[in-house]
């Protein structure tokens, strides 16, 4: 058994499916949670299924891997969503309804703070852990020149707010932590795959290699900070 492991949440999805296989050729020991089984089969992966991310589910999850006593290196949450059969980005006023907004909510913002929650007591007493979160450069208020995609932006901003009283709390609660809000970059993924037409996209790998670089560096100071796959700071 390895005395450390790393925990990538939605490692199912491109860009966490990428985080845990750099994880694993770094040499390193991952849990993987996803609703369905990922295409990932390594003697140090260890995949926990989540089949609904119902609240219950996710908590249930995090009383298990609070029982663990492997140091914990870095925790990755990578879900969130754009769009899906019943919802899509909305490009005027007209277009807002509840049922979007709500999803949008639930997935980009209320999810991942199940989770951040859920996992106080693992995160207690642990003296280097790094969480980095998915969150999009779209949910920045500051650069907001564009408009429309109402919902998700407005999740993604929700998701920082989150974010923020969550480093807040933990600094006091669990210092070692720190955690990071990390836009990938325009990256090819079945959730930027139908509004990508044209544009330039980052590989899944490329974006993910650039957020372990940037969480192997990341200061335990109790600050929550918004990076780019640049590592360039985004505006809040
Ligand atoms: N791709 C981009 O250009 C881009 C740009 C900016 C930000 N992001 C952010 O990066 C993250 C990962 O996106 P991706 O590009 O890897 O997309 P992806 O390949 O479509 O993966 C989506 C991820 O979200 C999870 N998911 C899907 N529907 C969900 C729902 N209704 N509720 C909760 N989770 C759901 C999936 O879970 P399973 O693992 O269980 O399948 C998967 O982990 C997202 O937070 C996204 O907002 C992506």
């Avoid at 298990?64 to 949450?77: D, K, P, Y």
């Avoid at 779209?138 to 707010?161: P, Q, T």
């Avoid at 959730?191 to 650039?210: C, H, K, N, V, W």
């Avoid at 372990?212 to 560096?217: D, H, I, K, S, V």
Wanted: overall charge positive; proline content about 6%.
């Amino acid at each position: 058994m390895a005395d450390a492991e790393n925990l990538v949440i939605g490692c199912g999805g491109a860009i966490g499916g990428a985080v845990a296989r750099q994880l694993l050729a770094e040499g390193e020991s991952v849990i993987g949670i996803s609703r369905h089984r990922p295409p990932l089969s390594h003697p140090r992966f260890e995949w926990l299924p989540c089949p609904s991310y119902a609240e219950i589910e996710v908590a249930s999850l995090c009383e298990t891997l609070s029982a663990r006593s492997e140091r914990l290196n870095r925790v990755v949450i990578a879900t969130g969503m754009l769009h899906d059969a019943q919802h899509r980005p909305e490009r005027r006023l007209e277009s807002v309804r509840e049922p979007s907004l709500m999803a949008l909510y639930r997935a980009n913002a209320v999810l991942p703070q199940l989770w951040l929650s859920g996992l106080l007591p693992r995160f207690v007493g642990q003296r280097h852990t790094t969480v980095a979160v998915l969150s999009a450069r779209v949910g920045s208020i500051e650069d907001n020149r564009l408009g429309g995609w109402y919902g998700y932006r407005a999740a993604k901003a929700a998701l920082n707010m989150l974010l923020q009283c969550t480093a807040i709390e933990l600094a006091r609660r669990a210092p070692g932590v720190k955690l990071i809000a990390y836009h990938p970059g325009t990256v090819i993924s079945p959730l930027s795959e139908p509004f990508a037409a044209g544009r330039q996209r980052l590989t899944p790998e490329f974006s993910a290699q650039r957020l372990l670089a940037l969480m192997a560096e990341a200061p335990r100071d109790g600050a929550l900070d918004f990076f780019d796959w640049n590592g360039a700071r985004v505006l809040w």
